[in-house]
C-alpha cells in the first residue's frame, strides 16, 4: 500500500500571527465585557438595596410594573399624565413580560444594564472590524485595545447605570447595529428602525442624525440614510402632534428661549426654527458656555471619532439636545450624553486606522495619548461614584424596609424623592419634590426622610412637613427611627390634595434631634419636642435653611435647667463655619431665644469637579447658604428644644 502524502500547507492556510494577535484582542474584548456585564448588575443590586432609587425610576418603573400586571394604558402618577406621553417610549410595552422572568423590581434595572453591554459590544465588534480592515497587524490588534479602553474605562458610563433607569442604553443597543450596519452597507440595517421608533422622541432625533450622517459619508448607502433620517423625522413630528412628549418639557417648551421669547414659551416647531435662525448668538452663547461639559463629555471616549463623518451628525444632535437644555442637568457627564460614550470610542478608532494607513508615528502617539487621558478620567471620577450615590446608612435602609411591608399595596405613597423609586409598584407614588400640592385617593402614608439620600427637597420643608402631619393634618406617626419618619393618614372625607410647605418655613425640633437628644413625642403633638439625655452635645441640630445672603434672626423656643448653647452655622462651605453663638443661663419654663445672625458673606458649596483638564460641570445645589441651628448642652442639664425659625432680620413673618 503506498503512503498517503499529507496535503500541502499553504501560507493562506496558516492565521498569520498579526491576525492571531486581532482575534485574540476580540476574544479578551468580550471577555472584559462580560465582567463589566457582572459589575453593572452588581452595584445595580447595591444601588437597588440601598434605596437609591429616585425620582426617575418611579416614574418609569411604575408604568413598566403596571403593564406587566396587565393595565395596558397606565395613568403615571409622578408626572400626572398617561404613561405614554412622558417621551412616546412605546418600548415598555414589549419589555413588560421581562418581569415575569424575575418578579423583582431589580430587573428593570439589569434591563438597562443589559442594554449597555450590549450597545458596548457592537461597538467593539465594529472597532476590531475597522481596526484590521486594509491590514491586520499588530496596529490592529493595538486599536482594537484602545478602542475596548475607551468603552470600559469611561466613568460617566457608571454614572448612568447608577442613575435610576432611563430609555437611552436600551435604545443605543439598537443604534450601534444600525450605525454599524450602514457602515457596511448591510440590507438588514433598516430592521434596527421599527425598535428604535418604539423608543420615543429622543431616539427620533437620533434617527435623523444617523441618517444624516450616512447620507454624508457613504454613497451606496444613500438611500437608506434618506429612510432613516425620514422614519426619525415624521416620528417626531408625529409624538410632538399628538403630545406624547411631555417628559421633554410639554413639546418644545424647554428650548423655547432659543427663539428670543420668553422662559418656558411655548412654541411651535416651525416657530422653533425661525426663531434658532434668526437669533443664532443665543444658540452660540448657551453651546459656548457649557464647553467644559462639551469637553467632559467627549474626552474620555477619545475626542477623535468627533471627526469620523458618518458620526459627526449624530454626536451633534446629542450634543444640542443636551447642552441646550436650560441649566447643567442634562449637560453634565451621565445618561443624557450616553450614545457618545459607546459611538465615539468607535470613531476614534476609525480615525486612528485611516491615519495609520498615511502617518503611522502620529496614529501611535495618538492612541498612546487617547488611552492615557481616558485613564486618567476614570482614576479622577471613578472613586467618587459610590460616595455620590450610596447615602443611605445601614439603619435607614434596614427602617425602610420594614416599612415597605407594612404599607398596603393599594395606598397611596407619598415619600421623599431620594427614596421614592423603591415605593413605585403601585398605582399612586408621588415624590416630594418642592413646596405645591400633590393628590390624596385615600388612604396615604408619607415616608419623609429630611437628610438621607439624594434629595431636592429642602431639609427645612420637609421638617415642617413632617410638623404639619403630626398637628394640623393629624396622620398618624407608625413609627420613626434612623432619619425616618413613617406616617398614615385617612383624609377627612371630601379631601382632595395635601399642600406642601415651603422651605422656609419653621422646624420643629423633635424632627431632628442631635446626638445628646431624642423626641419625645408623648402626649399632644403641639408640646413635642427634643429632650437632652443628659451627655455631652447637640440636644438639636440640622435644622436648616437655604437663604441668601443678609441678616437674619434666629428664634428657637427652648426650656433649660442649665445652661446650653445656641449656635447658628453656615454649612455651605467645608468646613462650616459658626456665625452666631448665645449662652442661654437657665430658663424657668419655655422661652424664645433670639440670635442674630450676621450672613453676609458668601460660601461656595463643597463641590468637586474634577483636577485640571479632568474637569466638568456638575448641576449646583439650590441657591442660597445653608444656614443651620444647633442647640449644645454640656450635659446633665434637663433640656427642651420644642422649634425654631429663621427670620430676614426687621421683618415679623418668614417670605
Known sequence: MSEIAAPAITPAAVPHPRVIALSRVRRIGYVVLGLQLIGFLTWSAIVYNHYALTFDYAVYHQGWYQIAHGNLDPYDSPQQCAFWQIHGELIFWPLAPLYWVWPHDLMLLWVQDFGVVVAEAVAFTWI???????????????????????????????????????????????????????????????????PLLLCGDVAA?????????????????????????????????????????????HGLVTYGYLAGGPAGASLSMGALIKGVLTHPWIMVRTMASK???????????????????????????????????PGLLFAEPGLQNHAIYIIVPAGTVAVL?????????????LACLVTAQALTWAAVFMPRIPGQWLRMPAGTVATLSAVQAMIPPDAEVIASQGISGRFSSRADIFPIMAAGSIPIHGETWFIIAPIAGIEIESSAAAMAFIGELAGPLGATLVTQANGVWVFRWNPPAGTTSVSLPVASAPIPAWASAGAAGRPDLSGPASTWR??????EGYVADQLEWRAPTGR?????????????????????????????RRTVLASGGPMQVTVPVNARTAYRDDLFSGLGPFHAEFNAPPPGQRLEVRVWSPGNTQVDVYGAELIPAGSSVIP
Not at 472590524?129 to 478602542?147: N, P, S, T, W
Not at 434617527?207 to 444613500?222: D, E, F, M, P, Q
Not at 427634643?530 to 451627655?535: D, L, R, S
Not at 434666629?554 to 468646613?575: I, K, M, R, Y
Request: with cysteine; aromatic share 8%; charged share 15%.
Open 128 to 194: 476590531c472590524e475597522m481596526a484590521g480592515k486594509r491590514r491586520a497587524d499588530g496596529h490592529a490588534a493595538l486599536f482594537a485595545g484602545v478602542g475596548l479602553v475607551l468603552l470600559v474605562a469611561n466613568p460617566w458610563v457608571w454614572q448612568v447605570v447608577a442613575w435610576d433607569y432611563h430609555t437611552e442604553p436600551v435604545l443605543v443597543a439598537f443604534l450601534m447595529p444600525l450605525i454599524r450596519d450602514l457602515a457596511n452597507n448591510r440590507r438588514r440595517a433598516l430592521a434596527w428602525v421599527p
Open 205 to 249: 432625533t437620533y434617527l435623523i442624525g444617523v441618517g444624516l450622517g450616512t447620507v454624508l459619508a457613504n454613497r451606496r448607502s444613500r438611500m437608506r440614510g434618506l429612510m432613516v433620517a425620514g422614519a426619525g423625522a415624521l416620528s417626531f413630528v408625529i409624538i410632538d402632534l399628538v403630545h406624547a412628549n411631555l417628559g421633554s418639557g
Open 291 to 325: 464647553s467644559a461639559d462639551i469637553w467632559a463629555n467627549l474626552a474620555p471616549s477619545g475626542l477623535l471619532g468627533t471627526c469620523f463623518v458618518p458620526l459627526v451628525p449624530i454626536v451633534i444632535v446629542v450634543l444640542i439636545e443636551s447642552h441646550l437644555s
Open 353 to 365: 486606522a485611516w491615519l495609520r494607513q498615511r502617518h503611522r508615528i502620529t496614529a501611535l502617539v
Open 530 to 535: 427634643a429632650v437632652a439625655t443628659g451627655a
Open 552 to 580: 437674619y434672626v434666629a428664634d428657637v423656643t427652648l426650656a433649660t435647667s442649665g445652661p446650653v448653647n445656641v449656635e447658628v452655622w453656615n454649612d455651605t462651605g467645608d468646613p462650616a463655619v459658626l456665625l452666631s
